[in-house]
């Protein structure tokens, strides 16, 4: 069964930074793409991030273009990380991370695209 595990969330000021890694036990197959999604409580779910497993290429949101960085997290088999700079309020929100199955890159930041979820990590920015 497929197990995703967020961890790095929390509160910084405008302007800072925070890394979040998500573990992964296993996930569904066929998979070869993980990434971040965030939902905040005015918004849904949005993708922001992902990594293609096998070819590294990776796909980022308008949003957070050129501010954070998905990378695979060496320490983990599956695992990522987000790297998050330039921090503001309205990246606020709980941030998940996903692996799912697409060969169409104009899907890989849609949530119907991925079938394992994690729980969630909330991040607070503030002002």
């Known amino acids: 069964e497929a197990q995703l595990a967020e961890s790095g969330g929390g509160s910084v000021q405008t302007g800072g930074s925070l890394r979040l890694s998500c573990a992964a036990s296993?996930?569904?197959?066929?998979?070869?793409?993980l990434a971040w999604f965030r939902q905040s409580l005015e918004s849904e779910r949005e993708g922001i991030a992902a990594?293609?497993?096998?070819?590294?290429?990776?796909?980022y949101a308008d949003s957070v273009k050129g501010r954070f960085v998905i990378s695979r997290n060496g320490g983990a088999k599956f695992g990522i990380d987000l790297q998050m700079n330039d921090l503001t309020p309205e990246d606020t929100a709980k941030y998940y991370c996903?692996?799912?199955?697409?060969?169409?890159?104009?899907?890989?930041?849609?949530?119907?695209?991925?079938?394992?979820w994690g729980q969630g990590t909330q991040v607070t920015v503030s002002s």
């Open positions: 990594i293609n497993i096998g070819l590294g290429t990776t796909h």
């Open positions: 996903a692996a799912g199955y697409t060969l169409s890159v104009e899907r890989v930041l849609r949530a119907t695209t991925y079938k394992d």
């Open positions: 296993d996930y569904s197959y066929p998979t070869n793409y």
